[in-house]
């Protein structure tokens, strides 16, 4: 079984900390992904990752950015957390090779994050 | 990318076969229909996906008409574990990951 795990499931940070959310896959995935989930705005993604140290930016990726040093590790940081990043946050993997649109997605079960 | 469109909620009785459709227009040659399942406070699982005519799995059927317009989502004899909400997906064979929209899905509700 392929897991996702995140380093928390409930976070709370004030406005202008710096903010590390962590993703690890076990399953030796070549992608990555960082999602927030807001109430009726869906999955909206933020980085995507295809390699180690390679990324894409999804469509919302300001305010944020990523880090990958190994293939099996991926962090979402917020520089200087703000109010209007209260939200759910999502990591994935998938696994073929070069990202593809249809390759089937594999998701953690999710950070809460609040920030005051 | 093909936008789609699915009802915001349904409900249904445990027992009762559930058909969820999304209409996606616009969509290419190269572009596959998949969907994911989320349940409260996890995050989505994939649950099927399709090209054209239908597929079935352990968990669900596909049924996309000829002109792939529109597919449906069928759940036979659900539970009130099926309880979630179910995101209707067009992605090209050849897009990146990147491009990807899961939009605000699909709310089912069973009730007893």
């Known amino acids: 079984d392929v897991k996702v795990t995140q380093s928390s499931r409930y976070l709370v940070k004030r406005t202008g900390e710096k903010v590390f959310l962590e993703c690890v896959q076990d399953m030796d995935h070549e992608n990555m992904f960082w999602y927030r989930q807001d109430p009726g705005l869906g999955l909206r993604l933020i980085y995507f990752s295809y390699d180690v140290k390679m990324k894409e930016k999804g469509d919302i990726p300001e305010g944020y950015s990523v880090s990958r040093e190994k293939k099996e590790r991926f962090s979402l940081i917020l520089e200087s957390a703000s109010t209007n990043q209260t939200s759910m946050y999502l990591c994935a993997s998938s696994p073929m090779a070069g990202g593809a649109a249809r390759d089937t997605q594999y998701f953690g079960p999710g950070t809460r994050l609040t920030v005051l | 990318l093909a936008k789609t469109t699915q009802p915001i909620s349904m409900d249904s009785y445990e027992g009762q076969e559930v058909n969820i459709t999304c209409s996606h227009n616009?969509?290419?040659?190269?572009?596959?229909i998949t969907w994911y399942q989320q349940f409260p406070s996890q995050g989505p699982r994939f649950i099927i996906q399709?090209?054209?005519t239908k597929v079935t799995n352990e968990v669900a059927s596909l049924f996309i008409p000829a002109d792939r317009k529109s597919s449906t989502l069928s759940l036979p004899r659900v539970s009130l574990s099926d309880t979630a909400v179910y995101y209707c997906?067009?992605?090209?064979?050849?897009?990146?990951?990147?491009?990807?929209?899961f939009g605000s899905g699909t709310r089912l509700s069973i009730r007893p």
């Open positions: 616009n969509i290419a040659t190269n572009d596959y």
């Open positions: 997906l067009v992605v090209g064979g050849y897009s990146s990951a990147s491009k990807i929209i």
């Open positions: 399709g090209y054209k």
